[in-house]
C-alpha cells in the first residue's frame, strides 16, 4: 500500500468558523484594518497579555519594524541580536540605518548566548534585540541585568512564541511581554495563523500615543476618531501596519481553538522526547515553558543531516533544515567582523525540523526516524 504524505506543517482546520467570521466582513462593508473583528482578537489575546497594548499588524515583519520606529532607531545607531535567526530580525534595524553585530548561540541551544553580548556594547548601543527559538525562553534574568547595567531598549523577536512562557518562582510571564516592545507571528507556518499576520505589544504604556499615531500612517487619527481634536494631520513618521479585517476574521477563528491547537502538538511533541530520548531532545531549561512550535534532531554533522532528510522524503516524510546564519550569509559576509559563531554554523548544519501539527501520524514518524538510526 502506497504511504501517505506528511507535510512538515498544516495550519489548524478552522474554516467553517472562519468563513462565517470572513462573510460576517464582507457583509458588513468594513475590510480595513482596526475594526470589529481586530477589536475581538485583541480582546482575545488580552488574557494572553493582560499587562501589555496590542497592535495587530500584517506580519511579524511589519511588527518588528514598527518597533524599530517606537524605538528611535537611527542611522548609525547599534544593535545586537541574533545570528541564528530569520532575516526579518535584521532587516527591521537595516531599513533605519542601523549596525549590526551579531551573537552566537549556545553550544546547546539555538537561542542567543547572552554571555556574549557585552562584550560587543559601545558607546552607540541603542536595542538589545532577542529572540526565542522554537518558543524556548532565553534567561531573562541575564536580558535584565544587560538592560539596567547598559540602559538598552530590549525588542523581543517572538515570532514563535503565542502561548510561551518565562517562568519565575512559579509565575508564568509570556514571551513578547517582557522587553520594551515584543513581535509575534501569525503567519501560516506558526501554531496560530491567519496566512499574513503579526503582533505589536507595547510594555510602556508611555509608548501608546506614539505607537497610535505610527500606526496611523503617522496622523493622529486615532486621537480624532475619539473626538479628541477637531481634525487629524501628519504627525511624524508612520506606515501602514494595520492588520485586514479579512485576515482577522481568520485570526479569531483560530484564536478560538488556541487551547486545543497548542495541546494537540504538545502531546506530539512530548511523544517525540519519550521516543528520541537517546538519540537527541531540544534543550529546554527549567525557566521555559514552551508551546511546542517545533521538535528538532540535531544530527553528527551536515552530511547526516542532509542523508536523513533525504532518506525521510523517500519513506515520504517532510523534514527540514531551518536558518542559515545571518552573520555568514552572501549579504552580510563582509560586513560582519571576524569573530567565528561557530555554534550557529553547526545548528546550521546539523538542526533538522521534524513534523509537528495536529493531524500527523507521529507513529510512522517514530518509526521512520528510528529506522534511519537503527
Not at 44 to 71: G, H, I, K, Q, R
Request: glycine fraction near 4%; hydrophobic fraction near 35%.
Amino acid at each position: 500500500m502506497q504511504k501517505e504524505f506528511i507535510p512538515y506543517h498544516l495550519p489548524f482546520p478552522t474554516h467553517t468558523t472562519g468563513l462565517s467570521f470572513v462573510k460576517e466582513v464582507l457583509e458588513s462593508g468594513k475590510t480595513a484594518g482596526n475594526q470589529a473583528q481586530s477589536l475581538i482578537c485583541k480582546e482575545l489575546l488580552s488574557v494572553d497579555f493582560p499587562n501589555s497594548f496590542s497592535f495587530l499588524t500584517t506580519s511579524c515583519t511589519s511588527a518588528l519594524e514598527f518597533s524599530t520606529l517606537l524605538a528611535g532607531i537611527q542611522p548609525n545607531d547599534h544593535v545586537i541580536l541574533p545570528s541564528y535567526t530569520y532575516p526579518s530580525t535584521a532587516n527591521a534595524f537595516l531599513l533605519r540605518g542601523a549596525t549590526l553585530s551579531f551573537v552566537d548561540s549556545l553550544p546547546n541551544s539555538p537561542n542567543m548566548d547572552l554571555d556574549k553580548v557585552e562584550e560587543l556594547i559601545t558607546k552607540k548601543t541603542k536595542v538589545l534585540c532577542v529572540m526565542h527559538y522554537a518558543g524556548i525562553s532565553l534567561d531573562w534574568e541575564k536580558i535584565e541585568r544587560i538592560k539596567s547595567r547598559y540602559n538598552l531598549t530590549i525588542i523581543e523577536d517572538a515570532a514563535q512564541c503565542l502561548d510561551s512562557n518565562y517562568v519565575k518562582n512559579g509565575t508564568d510571564y509570556p514571551l513578547g511581554s517582557l522587553g520594551d516592545f515584543g513581535a509575534i507571528s501569525f503567519h501560516e507556518t506558526k501554531n496560530i495563523s491567519c496566512g499574513e499576520g503579526g503582533l505589536l505589544l507595547l510594555n510602556n504604556k508611555n509608548d501608546i500615543t506614539q505607537a497610535e499615531i505610527i500606526y496611523e500612517k503617522g496622523t493622529n487619527r486615532s486621537a480624532f476618531l475619539r473626538s479628541e481634536t477637531a481634525f487629524y494631520e501628519w504627525k511624524s513618521l508612520g506606515s501602514s501596519y494595520a492588520l485586514s479585517e479579512i485576515n482577522a476574521a481568520v485570526l479569531r477563528a483560530q484564536l478560538m481553538q488556541k487551547e486545543q491547537i497548542i495541546l494537540s502538538r504538545l502531546k506530539v511533541w512530548n511523544e517525540y522526547k519519550l521516543a528520541f530520548s537517546k538519540i537527541s531532545v531540544p534543550f529546554v531549561p527549567e525557566y521555559a515553558k514552551h508551546n511546542a512550535h517545533i521538535y528538532y534532531l540535531q544530527l553528527a554533522d551536515y552530511k547526516e543531516s542532509v542523508e536523513f532528510i533525504q532518506f525521510m522524503q523517500k519513506e515520504k516524510i517532510q523534514t527540514l533544515h531551518h536558518y542559515r546564519p545571518l552573520h555568514s550569509s552572501d549579504f552580510f559576509n563582509d560586513k560582519h567582523d571576524d569573530r567565528s559563531l561557530v555554534n550557529a554554523i553547526n545548528f546550521s548544519n546539523t538542526l533538522v525540523r521534524l513534523p509537528i501539527h495536529h493531524e500527523v501520524n507521529s507513529d510512522r514518524v517514530i518509526e521512520t526516524v528510528l529506522d534511519f538510526f537503527n
